[in-house]
């Protein structure tokens, strides 16, 4: 069922893409709006459950899409990624800045038996905020300067492909950091035996 969750999530911003080709961008964000809701009451009736970020993408719709019918301009509706990325960049800082890590927190949850030491954990999501960051401004940009085909495209499959690249690069980067983590701790042994 999480797959179908998970699919679900493309269907606004396909259906306001292909709307606003076709129709007029009034029809465009009701039809994005219409079906955002939709998505949400169906998360919530599958899983039971409707997801923070979820909540957080509708309010900003709620609220960007009014804007876009105001003033007859789609893009407003198109800066939803922006401002969920740098929404998501705020949070995951602010909490990092507190000496909390969402990853470590997820990790506990999940009750994993072998799990990156904190310090990586926390390194790894640093790097994925200025990612998410990175990637809301590359969104604004697609969204006020390229067209709704190439900004739908990374909104849905585009996303997921330039965080696997991210990710891939982030394999090479924790491979050294968890290499100088366990030399770290192979010298503070030695020198505790040594005491």
Request: charged content about 20%; hydrophobic content about 55%; overall charge positive.
């Amino acid at each position: 069922m999480k797959k179908n969750i998970f699919l679900l999530s493309f269907i606004p911003a396909l259906v306001y893409w292909y709307l606003e080709e076709t129709q007029t961008i009034e029809v465009a964000v009701i039809g994005g709006l219409s079906l955002a809701v939709i998505e949400v009451l169906f998360e919530k009736i599958f899983t039971k459950h409707v997801h923070s970020l979820s909540k957080m993408n509708l309010i900003l719709l709620l609220i960007l899409g009014p804007i876009s019918l105001i003033g007859k301009d789609g893009i407003w509706f198109k800066l939803q990624p922006f401002f969920t990325g740098v929404l998501l960049f705020g949070y995951l800082m602010f909490n990092l800045s507190k000496g909390e890590s969402l990853l470590w927190k997820m990790t506990d949850e999940l009750k994993l038996k072998n799990k990156m030491p904190e310090v990586i954990l926390k390194k790894l999501e640093k790097h994925l905020a200025y990612f998410l960051l990175a990637f809301a401004f590359f969104m604004a940009y697609l969204a006020k300067f390229e067209t709704t085909s190439t900004w739908a495209f990374f909104k849905t499959i585009g996303f997921y492909i330039v965080f696997a690249v991210f990710m891939l690069a982030e394999v090479f980067v924790l491979r050294k950091s968890m290499r100088e983590y366990l030399e770290q701790q192979y010298l503070e042994s030695i020198n505790d035996s040594s005491i």
